[in-house]
Nanobody, 126 residues
Framework: QVQLVESGGGLVQAGGSLRLSCGTSGRTFSDYAMGWFRQAPGKEREFVAS????????TYADSVKGRFAISRDNAKDTLYLQMTSLKPEDTAVYYC???????????????????WGKGTLVTVSS
């Protein structure tokens, strides 16, 4: 059974930084692309960033490009999201996610992923 567990969320002031982690288990981590999504209060879940199996290719939502960096450590079965220059509009629950199939290179849409973590809350104060 695939399990994803996010950590690293918290309260930060605007302009600050946070690093989220997502530990995984249940299958070979390096065989699958990974992604981060977020859901703000009263809004739909949205794509944030994705990374290919070997980490060589990444994709970002326009709203976070240049501020966030997704990475992975395949030796540790862990996905990361380094967030800098945080804004109040980045406040959301952040989820890591992954598709069931190895053929999806960049899970940039929630419909492309099958496994989700429970999320970690990031709150950015102004």
């Amino acid at each position: 059974q695939v399990q994803l567990v996010e950590s690293g969320g918290g309260l930060v002031q605007a302009g600050g930084s946070l690093r989220l982690s997502c530990g995984t288990s249940g299958r070979t981590f390096s065989d699958y692309a990974m992604g981060w999504f977020r859901q703000a209060p009263g809004k739909e879940r949205e794509f944030v960033a994705s990374i290919s199996r070997n980490g060589g290719s990444t994709t970002y939502a326009d709203s976070v490009k240049g501020r966030f960096a997704i990475s992975r450590d395949n030796a540790k079965d862990t996905l990361y999201l380094q967030m800098t220059s945080l804004k109040p509009e980045d406040t959301a629950v952040y989820y890591c996610a992954t598709p069931r199939t190895r053929f999806i290179q960049q899970p940039t849409d929630a419909r492309l992923v099958d496994y989700w973590g429970k999320g970690t809350l990031v709150t950015v104060s102004s």
